[in-house]
């Protein structure tokens, strides 16, 4: 029986080292080399949110006019604001993040669409009851409610809650 000596033992443990030590080294490596990258995807990301607050504000100014849907206004502005977002923030996963493309997304979340769909089955029946609400109007912001013992005026109505102040 071949006998294992302490030098041996020592020898395969620095290699071992050695080979972990060359894999975080190349890792580090790997992210000097994407950091600029990361750093435009960042810049990109940050335009897009600009973006989406012009939007916000373009609306605000051009619908505001028009006192009526007021709450409708505010539905629009967060949802085209957020899309406006989520779509900088594809753009700058394509940027960071080598071998990402929506389309991969799209497959990976059509595999999983049936989960998701159970899940936030709820979530998505009071969205689409939010908007309803908020195209019929039965109340709007400043409002005096009262439910029950409950009692308020309406300070913010969003898709999925309504604001009070007591």
Request: proline letters at 3%; hydrophobic letters at 55%; a positive charge.
């Amino acid at each position: 029986m071949p006998q294992v000596t302490v030098t041996d033992k020592v020898g395969d443990k620095i290699n071992e080292y050695q080979v972990i030590a060359s894999a975080a080294n190349d890792m580090v490596n790997d992210f000097i080399v994407r950091l600029p990258y990361f750093m435009v995807a960042v810049v990109v990301l940050l335009v897009f949110w600009l973006l989406s607050l012009i939007f916000k504000s373009v609306v605000s100014k051009l619908l505001s006019k028009s006192h009526t849907h007021r709450n409708l206004v505010r539905v629009f502005q967060r949802i085209g604001g957020a899309l406006i977002f989520f779509i900088g923030l594809m753009i700058a996963m394509v940027i960071a993040i080598p071998g990402f493309t929506p389309a991969k997304l799209v497959g990976a979340l059509g595999i999983g669409s049936v989960a998701i769909g159970f899940a936030f089955k709820d979530i998505f029946q009071n969205l689409l009851s939010g908007i309803l609400l908020l195209l019929s109007e039965p109340f709007r912001i400043g409002d005096q409610i009262v439910s029950g013992e409950f009692e308020g005026t309406v300070e913010d109505i969003k898709v999925r809650a309504t604001l009070k102040v007591r």
